[in-house]
């Protein structure tokens, strides 16, 4: 996985190479790149519609058969008015035009598990999953960027070592049995910490502002609610940053070596100045750009793998849904929920682009 | 894992000591690795091994671990043991095969990518971005599901995410090589596009794509057992870790059906993830280009 991890966050690079070295730079260069790069965004946008619409009416082979009932399928009337209602019987392109139609106007479907708009499901859904992921991911950034930068600057002594080995047991462990694991252990056995829903059944949740159950419970003053939102937090965010906190830290640790490498590194220490504050004021700073690409990357890592958590923590968002829509068949949904998270990512990964680019104006250059 | 090179340079005094120590020893990860692959590879080939019938009744349903039964039975009666067994050969296999594919397909692409450039190469590429622009297991999730749940059906689906690493690192390679003297030498003398990827640039990339392939087994096996997890691998009674891990959520108490395969998984891909570190580590210079390329 880290391999392709680490070609993923070329994308950003390999999309701006040409328009030829140093004509950038001077004039409007970062307008320029923006353009650029919302343009390739959107042709991945017409990509990611053109991926789901393959997926939801042309690979299955019978839409109707997952569609309808045994009586309805041996009635070809009802399945002849199936596909006229569908528009299964137009020409493909039509159906293209048709489904992009619907998408824009917010049309995913009905999932047939839960008999509703797969779109309706998916505002409900997502508030619980995006607080999880925002807390997992800053966890993981944390944690990661602290023994990342740490193992470079120690490097071959033992917090380097010790940083290997996380990562390596950290890559190495599927995440839903961790999250069994830690379930088991720290709710079931040790009862240290709660391990099911996200706020404590007695409690009502908090007025809906934000969807975000800490947020929304301080914004009503309501503390109890929003300890008892924290506390149901801890397991699921722990066990989902543990998921990406092993990309994290190599990723950091080879840029910041990169980084402690570079001239400017050389010529601040031949300056004179002390290891720790070359450190923080010139290696961690080339790295920083690197470093909010990657964070971008395991934000979308850790939305796809709220679908090996939330189940087991009856957590409620996307993640339990997405679980239960795959275990169930509901193709509607899968699509629907792929669709939308491949969007996120899109936009997550654009703004992210920005800021590097921002912070690194190298970044134009190449 | 141990730094004894840089160790040796800076105090020579001590490379008498180190020296004695064999050289295997000094990467305890990777004897590790290979020992449990080996004892991975032995229950693989000796079916004598596993005590009952994977797919039988053979007892009350969800008994603890005993001495009759190990790993205690399932919610059927079947005994756990067997079949976290019997699973390896579906999860390791079906792992190698998903590592093989994208290898395969990724390889092909990327040298016709590179070769040819303009816009075979453009297609290819923005193929290869929008395959990245879904994150983690979502774009095998939903191929999957729309191909219908099986094994042989996660292993395509996986291998659909999983190429666009491989194009990018061949292509990386063929840019690099095609104006190359070697090369340009034979097309001069009339050896056509094809010939010359298959007997030039063929060759020039198998050992890059070898190492990327073995750096990714690991990932493939638990890849696999997620989509497996997701319902969308083995079709249920077959033994599959994924799966089992996936069918044990509703039984909190029998903690047994859970270990068992979750043990079986993490050491797998932990034995193949320490030898890929290992090999890492020894090829850190050539990866970087290879990969770094790729960017």
């Not at chain 1, 035009?97 to 499901?121: E, R």
């Not at chain 1, 609610?225 to 149901?232: Q, R």
């Not at chain 2, 750096?215 to 497996?228: K, R, V």
């Amino acid at each position: 996985m880290t391999s392709d991890i680490a070609t993923t966050a070329g994308v950003v690079s390999e999309e701006t190479t040409p328009a030829g070295p140093g004509s950038s730079a001077r004039s409007g260069g970062y307008g320029r790149y923006l353009g650029r790069r919302a343009l390739t965004s959107l042709v991945t946008l017409w990509g990611i519609t053109l991926v789901s619409f393959g997926l939801s009416v042309l690979v299955p082979i019978n839409p109707e058969t997952t569609n309808l009932s045994q009586q309805a399928l041996a009635n070809p009337e009802a399945v002849q008015a199936f596909r006229a209602k569908f528009g299964l019987d137009a020409p493909v392109w039509e159906q293209y035009l048709n489904y992009v139609k619907g998408l824009l106007h917010g049309d995913l479907g009905i999932s047939q598990q839960t008999g509703n708009p797969v779109s309706h499901d998916l505002t409900t859904y997502a508030p619980a999953t995006l607080e999880l992921v925002l807390v997992a991911t800053a966890m993981s950034l944390f944690l990661g960027i602290l023994l990342g930068v740490l193992a470079a600057y120690l490097r071959n002594r033992w917090p380097d070592h010790l940083a290997r080995a996380i990562s390596l047991i950290g890559v190495s462990l599927p995440t839903y049995w961790l999250a069994l694991a830690c379930s088991g252990l720290f709710f079931r056995q040790l009862g240290w910490l709660p391990g099911s829903g996200r706020l404590d059944p007695t409690m009502e949740a908090p007025p809906h502002v934000t969807g975000f159950y800490t947020v929304d419970a301080l914004l009503a003053g309501d503390w109890s609610a929003f300890g008892s939102a924290v506390s149901h937090l801890i397991l699921p965010a722990t066990v989902l940053a543990v998921s990406t906190l092993g990309m994290i830290l190599r990723f950091t640790r080879s840029s910041v070596l990169d980084g402690l490498g570079s001239d400017a590194v050389k010529a601040a220490r031949a300056k004179g100045l002390g290891r720790s504050r070359v450190l923080v004021r010139y290696a961690v700073r080339l790295a920083s750009s690197q470093i909010i690409t990657v964070a971008a990357l395991s934000f979308g890592f850790l939305l796809a793998a709220t679908v090996y958590v939330e189940q087991i923590f009856s957590w409620g968002g996307l993640g339990q849904y997405t679980y239960r829509a795959s275990t169930n068949l509901d193709l509607t949904a899968i699509t629907g929920v792929s669709l939308v998270i491949a969007v996120i990512f899109l936009i997550v990964n654009f703004l992210a682009d920005v800021i590097a680019s921002a912070l690194d104006p190298r970044i134009l250059l190449r | 894992m141990t730094g004894t090179d840089v160790a040796d340079v800076k105090r020579p005094s001590r490379r008498t000591r180190t020296r004695r120590v064999p050289t295997w020893m000094r990467r305890p990860g990777v004897v590790l690795g290979f020992v449990i692959l080996l004892a991975w590879a032995v229950i693989m080939l000796v079916p004598a091994l596993i005590p009952y019938d994977p797919l039988e009744t053979v007892g009350p349903a969800l008994t603890p671990p005993d001495g009759q039964y190990l790993m205690g039975t399932d919610a059927l009666g079947r005994d756990n043991l067997s079949r976290v067994l019997a699973g390896a050969s579906t999860s390791v296999l079906n792992g190698l095969a998903i590592v093989v594919l994208a290898a395969t397909v990724g390889t092909l692409i990327g040298l016709v990518a590179g070769f040819f450039g303009g816009w075979v190469d453009e297609v290819c590429m923005r193929l290869a971005d929008l395959v990245f622009a879904f994150p983690g297991i979502i774009l095998a999730m939903a191929v999957a599901a729309a191909l219908g749940p099986s094994i042989r059906n996660a292993v395509i689906a996986a291998a659909i995410s999983w190429w666009p690493g491989y194009a990018r690192a061949v292509r990386s390679i063929v840019l690099s090589l095609r104006e190359s003297e070697f090369v340009l030498s034979n097309r001069l003398s009339g050896v056509g596009p094809i010939r010359s990827i298959a007997v030039d640039l063929l060759p020039a990339v198998t050992g890059s794509v070898l190492v990327l392939a073995m750096l990714d087994i690991g990932g493939a096996i638990l890849f696999l057992a997620g989509l497996s997890f997701l319902g969308l691998g083995a079709v249920p009674p077959d033994p599959e870790w994924g799966s089992m891990i996936s069918g044990a959520i509703q039984y909190f108490d029998q903690w047994w059906l859970a270990v068992g395969p979750g043990v079986a998984i993490v050491s797998v891909v932990l034995a193949f993830n320490l030898i890929g570190d290992a090999l890492r580590d020894r090829l850190e210079p050539r990866l970087q280009e290879i990969q770094g390329e790729a960017r």
